[in-house]
């Protein structure tokens, strides 16, 4: 009885909130006084510059949207169909095609200096992209501010944007600041013998970014203190120098992890699963099951170049892979 009268209740309940539903519909359609129209604004059309702020410790670092790329499964030559299209409902995102994810760089502010990691992508590229100095500008920021720009690595939604459309430096006062493998593997004019044509691609628009900042440049090798509060980790396979950068004040980090994940639905889930850019996938699979495994034991907050903007949150264990979860909204610096 009790449970025929909870079925009762149930279905009542749905009948008042169609009930609802029908009511709200008749003011929409005009059947009741609606107030007169106010004058019509154009449609937006395209986002805002993206930035956004958030503390660690004493520290100071800004999300900045650059703009956005594409990918889809032909990206994952590992994936699997089958899971793919669940991972795909899970995230609610449509069952096949390309999906925007984001292109995002990191400006830290230690107090004395403004250090940009990564330069985004340049304009000449195409429209999604090569939005950074709009995002700076939001940030208050002006190009002639900043003092270095850390390059995780040297592919062109990562610096293409170290130059202007005439192929000037874009931060006339910056050092350049790079793992030395990377630097040596991208300046080698040498590897376009040879090369696939996407290498060639990537090679072609590599080189010209090094020749503006050649004076300014400082490069490294493996973990070093590059400034007070920042720390270089290498995190190869990626690309031969592939780089991340640990932020950390007091008792507080947040690590910037650089392309250990660009298709979050997908890679979280599933680390194995390499996307055609590695350049040696199997080291990149293996650095991405460590970090994530790092990251998730440790609880360290982590921000991506590719993870949904403004690109921040942790990783937790789940099943046999992980779960990204967002950082809840921080409207306190």
Not at 188 to 200: H, R
């Amino acid at each position: 009885m009790e449970e025929h009268m909870q079925n009762r209740d149930f279905r009542l309940s749905r009948r008042a909130f169609a009930a609802g539903v029908g009511a709200a519909a008749a003011v929409g359609t005009g059947m009741l006084p609606t107030a007169p129209a106010l004058a019509k604004a154009p449609l937006g059309g395209k986002q805002l510059p993206g930035a956004a702020r958030m503390k660690v410790g004493n520290i100071e670092v800004t999300a900045l949207c650059d703009g956005f790329t594409k990918v889809s499964e032909k990206l994952f030559p590992k994936s699997d169909e089958a899971r793919a299209k669940e991972l795909r409902a899970a995230a609610f995102l449509k069952p096949t095609g390309e999906i925007p994810i984001p292109v995002n760089a990191f400006l830290v502010n230690t107090g004395d200096r403004l250090i940009l990691i990564d330069a985004g992508n340049a304009l000449n590229y195409g429209p999604t992209m090569g939005h950074l100095p709009d995002a700076l500008k939001a940030a208050d920021i002006e190009p002639e501010q900043i003092d270095a720009v850390l390059v995780t690595h040297v592919h062109p939604d990562h610096t293409n944007g170290l130059l202007t459309d005439k192929g000037a430096r874009a931060f006339p006062k910056a050092e350049l600041v790079m793992q030395k493998a990377e630097h040596d593997f991208w300046n080698d004019a040498d590897k376009l013998n040879g090369a696939s044509p996407v290498m060639k691609r990537l090679l072609d628009m590599a080189l010209p970014v090094f020749k503006p900042y050649t004076k300014q440049t400082r490069l490294f090798e493996g973990a070093v203190d590059l400034f007070p509060g920042v720390r270089s980790v290498p995190l190869f396979g990626h690309t031969p120098g592939h780089t991340g950068y640990m932020i950390t004040s007091g008792a507080d980090s947040l690590f910037v992890w650089g392309d250990i994940v660009h298709f979050a639905p997908f890679q979280f889930a599933q680390p194995e699963w390499s996307i055609v850019y590695d350049r040696n996938p199997e080291a990149a699979i293996a650095t991405r099951k460590r970090t994530l495994d790092m990251v998730a034991t440790d609880k360290i907050a982590v921000v991506g170049v590719h993870l949904p903007f403004p690109g921040k949150g942790h990783v937790v264990k789940a099943g046999s892979g992980y779960q990204f979860v967002p950082t809840h909204f921080e409207p306190a610096l």
